[in-house]
């Protein structure tokens, strides 16, 4: 079955004091939506085709660029609109907060590792945090539409939470100002879907 769009479960405009209505609108519509069709078209007719993109991405390195960038962008960007919410904000509880404190120190330095691995990555790319495959937490950042679940991936895991960093998700409100958006966007972070994400993986 073709990969399709996933449906937002909030308004373009609902994520306003991040993320303006009309970078939502263009993100998802016409960015994320022609790497569903170039990822869906390069596919086309080969094994692939029919494969969940987590396999296609846990292969990557055996297929074509247009599948990496293109299933990449399509995998990235159905984790990015998941884990944020006009309700997001604030700070983990539970099993994820403790991890968090016991890696990182603190919320506030695995925040500021976070936006550092998002303000440095050069050119376009992610922010991730992962659950390794030793289940630890780790920070990292991709290029491009890479991803840790590619087996060409430097630092390999299931991420739970990822930060878009190329122009196209914060340009037209926030211009060069890369980290003006890294700091605005963890209020709409939705801790309740990162959590989940995070005992899935554990």
Not at 37 to 63: F, H, Q, R, Y
Not at 93 to 98: E, H, K, R
Not at 105 to 132: C, H, I, K, P, Y
Request: glycine share 8%; hydrophobic share 40%; with cysteine.
């Amino acid at each position: 079955m073709a990969f399709q769009l996933p449906e937002l479960s909030y308004d373009y405009g609902a994520l306003d004091k991040s993320i303006d209505a009309q970078t939502m609108e263009i993100h998802y519509s016409k960015h994320h939506g022609a790497y569903v069709t170039n990822c869906n078209n390069a596919i086309a007719g080969t094994e692939w085709d029919d494969k969940p993109i987590e396999d296609i991405m846990a292969n990557v390195s055996k297929l074509t660029p247009a599948v990496r960038n293109n299933g990449g962008g399509h995998f990235n960007h159905t984790l990015f609109w998941s884990i944020l919410s006009p309700n997001g904000g604030g700070e983990p509880t539970g099993a994820l907060a403790d991890d968090i404190a016991s890696t990182f120190g603190s919320f506030s330095a695995f925040r500021d590792q976070v936006n550092t691995a998002g303000a440095t990555r050069f050119g376009s790319g992610w922010a991730w945090l992962v659950v390794t495959p030793e289940g630890k937490l780790a920070v990292c950042s991709t290029p491009n539409q890479d991803n840790p679940v590619m087996d060409i991936a430097e630092v390999k895991g299931t991420p739970i939470l990822g930060i878009d960093v190329w122009e196209h998700a914060y340009y037209l409100r926030y211009q060069n100002r890369r980290p003006d958006y890294l700091k605005a966007i963890w209020d709409v972070i939705s801790w309740d879907a990162v959590a989940q994400r995070y005992a899935d993986a554990k």
